[in-house]
T-cell receptor, first 112, second 110 residues
Framework: EAQVTQNPRYLITVTGKKLTVTCSQN?????MSWYRQDPGLGLRQIYY???????DKGDVPEGYKVSRKEKRNFPLILESPSPNQTSLYFC???????????FGPGTRLTVT | EDQVTQSPEALRLQEGESSSLNCSYT??????LFWYRQDPGKGPEFLFT???AGEEKEKERLKATLTKKESFLHITAPKPEDSATYLC???????????FGTGTRLQVFP
């Protein structure tokens, strides 16, 4: 089954404790992206990657890091999480070009 | 600045009561407009892509249309299972980036 998977699905952590949210896709897509979704603000792009070893900032990259060492994986790293990073996070992937993005199931992160 | 605005924010319909959701956009060089459905606590699920003014796409009770300034998602004779948040997004310029609206939360009552 073609899908985007994320782990963990739920995470509660404390300020400053480094964490990684994994994202993997099995569709051989070149493009991958991370979004956060907050009430009233909609989905906002954090980082994206056009292909292996190619990453770039989205609209809200502060406090996040990403890497793309393999085509299928695109982890999101929070080196020192803060409460304002409490949000619902989605990973997405697609074929490069004017095509739809496919989203993962989401990771709900709470930073206390 | 590229912008996507959806209206209304919320819509309550009786089962069978048809209506439309609006997505207006101001972007430079539209490459595609996308409609997604999102159920609570889940990831957005792709519905339609529209590329040029005048284009229409249909799927079951849903029909999406596109003009040069806006898109409509028409829902004909909705059922309770159509209850969800409907998101509109545009891809513009020379990037693969999607710009999302904040969505319309649809509730259909039996």
């Amino acid at each position: 089954e073609a899908q985007v998977t994320q782990n963990p699905r739920y995470l509660i952590t404390v300020t400053g404790k480094k964490l990684t949210v994994t994202c993997s896709q099995n569709m051989n897509h070149e493009y991958m992206s991370w979004y956060r979704q907050d009430p009233g603000l909609g989905l906002r792009q954090i980082y994206y990657s056009m292909n292996v070893e190619v990453t770039d900032k989205g609209d809200v990259p502060e406090g996040y890091k990403v890497s793309r060492k393999e085509k299928r994986n695109f982890p999101l790293i929070l080196e020192s999480p803060s409460p304002n990073q409490t949000s619902l996070y989605f990973c997405a992937s697609k074929v490069t070009g004017d095509y739809e993005q496919y989203f993962g199931p989401g990771t709900r992160l709470t930073v206390t | 600045e590229d912008q996507v605005t959806q209206s209304p924010e919320a819509l309550r319909l009786q089962e069978g009561e048809s209506s439309s959701l609006n997505c207006s956009y101001t972007v430079s060089g539209l490459r595609g407009l996308f409609w997604y459905r999102q159920d609570p606590g889940k990831g957005p699920e792709f519905l339609f892509t529209l590329y040029s003014a005048g284009e229409e796409k249909e799927k079951e009770r849903l029909k999406a249309t596109l003009t040069k300034k806006e898109s409509f998602l028409h829902i004909t004779a909705p059922k309770p299972e159509d209850s969800a948040t409907y998101l509109c997004a545009v891809q513009a310029g020379n990037t693969d980036k999607l710009i999302f609206g904040t969505g319309t939360r649809l509730q259909v009552f039996p």
